[in-house]
C-alpha cells in the first residue's frame, strides 16, 4: 500500500517495494497535493492511479485514492475519492490551520 504521512515539517512517500524519501509539501488542498522530492520515483506517471493513500492530519489519518497528475522535479496527484467523511475531514483541517498556526506562535 502507498503511503503518504504529513506531519509539520518533514514528510515522508513509500511506494511498495520501493525505498521511502523524505519530500516538502508545495500545495494541498481538498482536491489534491503537489510535493518537492530530491529523488522523484521513476516507476509512477501521469495518469496512474494510487489507491488506498494514507493522508494524515493531525492525530487522523484519512485514506484516498489518487491519481498522478504530475511526476517531475515535484508529484502532484489529484484526490479521486475519500473514505467517509475524509472530504469533510480535510476540508476542516484545511480551513482550521491559520489558528493553529496562531496558537503555535503564541506558546513559542
Known sequence: MTKLFFK???KMFSIPHDNIVNFYISNISVNGISFNLTNPPENLEDGDRIPSCSLRIGDEILTVNSIVIRNQSDIGLLFETFESFGY???HKYLL???SRQL??????
Open 8 to 10: 509539520e515539517a518533514e
Open 88 to 90: 469533510d475531514k480535510l
Open 96 to 98: 482550521d490551520a491559520p
Open 103 to 108: 496558537m503555535h506562535i503564541k506558546n513559542n
